[in-house]
């Protein structure tokens, strides 16, 4: 599956969602190895550049667990018991303690230089906060102490990483953080 259009065309997934490419043929969907399916550059994208953009279906913690299997796998955290199911193709986006990319609500783009067919990858910990239900997985993404465990959770980095990392984590990461170090 590519994810593609031309200029600023929106188009719908499967799930009914929005998604909308940059650049017809920029992005696609296919085998990741062991990690399933992953979304893969077709083309350069330099430092800073917009990725994808999308829109994901709100859900509040109270809606949880009406969601399908498939959904709660798709989660992403945009508030204090607020998520969103991400849409197809932001929905494969791998992780990566040191990854390639970040996604904001809303955007995904570029934090270093990515290669045409390199796998775009996040850091999952970025957007995922400890609200009494974190998240552990397996992780065999090339770091150093490979394989390990990740948490889900932004606080479970270490110091010198949530520094380095804060400015790109999503609002209400960034305001725990002030509030944690007595900024705000």
């Avoid at 239900?133 to 102490?145: K, L, N, Y």
Wanted: net charge negative; proline share 5%.
């Amino acid at each position: 599956m590519t994810a593609s259009s031309s200029r600023r065309s929106t188009s719908t997934n499967s799930s009914g969602v929005a998604t909308e490419a940059f650049d017809q043929g920029s992005i696609e969907v296919r085998a990741a190895g062991r990690k399933g399916l992953g979304v893969f550059a077709c083309r350069y994208f330099a430092e800073g550049s917009l990725i994808l953009r999308f829109s994901g279906r709100p859900v509040g913690r109270a809606d949880l667990p009406e969601l399908t299997e498939w959904e709660r796998e798709h989660l992403g955290e945009i508030d204090i018991g607020l998520y969103q199911v991400l849409p197809e193709p932001r929905c494969y986006v791998n992780h990566a303690c040191s990854p390639n990319a970040v996604s904001t609500r809303d955007t995904l783009y570029a934090v270093r230089e990515i290669r045409a067919s390199e796998e775009i990858s996040i850091d999952y910990r970025l957007n995922a906060y400890d609200d009494g239900d974190v998240w552990e997985m397996s992780c065999d993404c090339g770091a150093p102490d490979r394989p390990h465990t990740v948490v889900g959770d932004f606080f479970s980095m270490s110091a010198e990483q949530q520094a380095r990392n804060v400015g790109v984590a999503p609002p209400f990461i960034q305001r725990l953080y002030r509030q944690r170090r007595g900024l705000d």
